[in-house]
C-alpha cells in the first residue's frame, strides 16, 4: 500500500526561496517543471505568492551557433559579475532537450567557474515538452531566481530554430555571439537573429584571430546598418570580445548597462517587459491547448485515419484540420 505525498507548504517554500535557500530554489524550479496536476497548482500558487519579489534582475539572453564558445564566454563574463558583488543565476533554453528526452548541454561541466562560485546558479531547461513549453518553465525559473535574490539573469540558447525568439521575449537585453571570419558565417546568419540583437559579440578575438575578428566586425556593422532598429533609443553596436582570454567583456557589460539606462529613462523597459507578460499568457494558454489536443481520447481515435489520408492526397489538410477542431468541440 503507498501512501499519499505530503502536500507541498508553498508559503514556507516560498519564504526559503526568499531568503536565498539554494536547495528550496532548486527545489522551486524541479516544483515548476513537473507535469503532476498538484504540483503544477502548488507551482501556479508559489509563483503567484513570490511575484512582488521579482523583476528586479538584468536579464540577458545569450545566444549563438554551436561552437562560438557561448560557455566560456558566460562563465567568464558570470564571474566577473560575481567578483563584483552580483549574484548571477544562468539559466539554459535547450529546444535539442525536447527530441531527445535530455539535456545535451552538460551545463554545470561547461563552466566550472561558476558552477564552484557560492553566488552563481546554474539550471538547464527541462528535458522534455515543446520549445514554447520550456520557454515558460524558464520564465518561471526567472522569477524564482529573482525573488531569490539574483540580480543578473542570464538565460543561454542554443541558437537553433525558435529558440531565439523565445528567449528574446523574455528578456531586456538579447545578445549575438558571433565567429570571426565574417564571410561564409555572415551569409548563414538569419535576418531574424539580426533584428533580434541588442549587440553582435564577435568571439575569439585574440591572437591569430584577431584580424579576422575585426573584419567580421566590420561586415556584421554593414550587415545591421541595413536594418531598421527595433528602437530609436539604441542602435544595436558590434563589439571584440575573447571569453577565453577575459578581453571586452567589462566593455561589452558597459553596453547591456548602458542599454538599460536609456530604455528606462525612456519608459521603453517597462513596456517591453509588460508586453512580455502578455506574450507569456498566450504562451501557456496555447501550451494548455495543444496538451488537450495531444491527450483527448476522440482526437487520438481519428488522428491515424486522418494523417493517412492527408499523407495519401485523399483528404484535404483543411478537411483533416476541421475534423480536428470538430472533435474539440472548437
Excluded at 558597459?254 to 517591453?272: C, F, I, P, Q, S
Excluded at 486522418?306 to 483528404?315: D, F, M, R, S, Y
Amino acid at each position: 500500500m503507498t501512501t499519499a505525498a505530503a502536500p507541498i507548504d508553498v508559503a514556507a517554500l516560498a519564504a526559503l526561496v526568499r531568503a536565498g535557500d539554494r536547495p528550496a530554489l532548486a527545489r522551486a524550479i524541479t516544483l515548476v517543471e513537473s507535469k503532476r496536476a498538484d504540483h503544477r497548482a502548488a507551482a501556479r500558487a508559489l509563483i503567484q505568492d513570490l511575484l512582488p519579489h521579482t523583476g528586479g534582475a538584468i536579464r540577458v539572453g545569450v545566444t549563438g551557433v554551436p561552437g562560438v564558445g557561448k560557455s566560456t564566454t558566460i562563465d567568464m563574463l558570470g564571474s566577473n559579475l560575481t567578483a563584483a558583488g552580483h549574484k548571477v543565476a544562468v539559466l539554459a533554453v535547450d529546444p535539442s532537450s525536447t527530441r531527445t528526452g535530455g539535456s545535451i548541454l552538460g551545463d554545470k561541466t561547461r563552466m566550472t567557474r561558476l558552477a564552484a562560485d557560492d553566488r552563481a546558479f546554474i539550471r538547464p531547461s527541462p528535458s522534455s515538452g515543446t520549445l514554447g513549453g520550456v520557454a515558460a518553465k524558464t520564465r518561471e525559473s526567472m522569477l524564482l531566481c529573482e525573488a531569490a535574490g539574483f540580480d543578473v539573469i542570464l538565460v543561454e540558447t542554443v541558437g537553433i530554430g525558435q529558440s531565439e525568439t523565445a528567449v528574446a521575449d523574455m528578456t531586456d537585453f538579447f545578445l549575438v555571439l558571433m565567429l570571426p571570419g565574417a564571410g561564409d558565417e555572415l551569409q548563414g546568419i538569419k535576418k531574424g537573429v539580426l533584428e533580434l540583437a541588442d549587440m553582435i559579440a564577435v568571439n575569439k578575438a585574440e591572437g591569430e584571430g584577431l584580424a579576422r575578428a575585426r573584419a567580421a566586425a566590420g561586415e556584421y556593422k554593414a550587415a545591421l546598418h541595413i536594418l531598421a532598429p527595433s528602437t530609436p533609443t539604441w542602435t544595436p553596436p558590434v563589439v571584440l570580445i575573447s571569453g577565453l582570454a577575459n578581453e571586452g567583456l567589462a566593455a561589452m557589460w558597459d553596453k547591456v548597462l548602458e542599454h538599460r539606462r536609456r530604455l528606462t529613462a525612456t519608459g521603453e523597459l517597462e513596456a517591453k517587459r509588460r508586453a512580455q507578460q502578455v506574450k507569456w499568457m498566450w504562451a501557456m494558454i496555447e501550451d494548455r491547448l495543444f496538451a488537450r489536443l495531444r491527450n483527448d481520447p476522440g482526437v487520438k481515435a481519428r488522428l491515424p485515419a486522418l494523417e493517412a489520408g492527408v499523407a495519401a492526397g485523399t483528404l484535404a489538410p483543411t478537411l483533416a484540420a476541421e475534423d480536428v477542431a470538430d472533435a474539440l468541440g472548437l
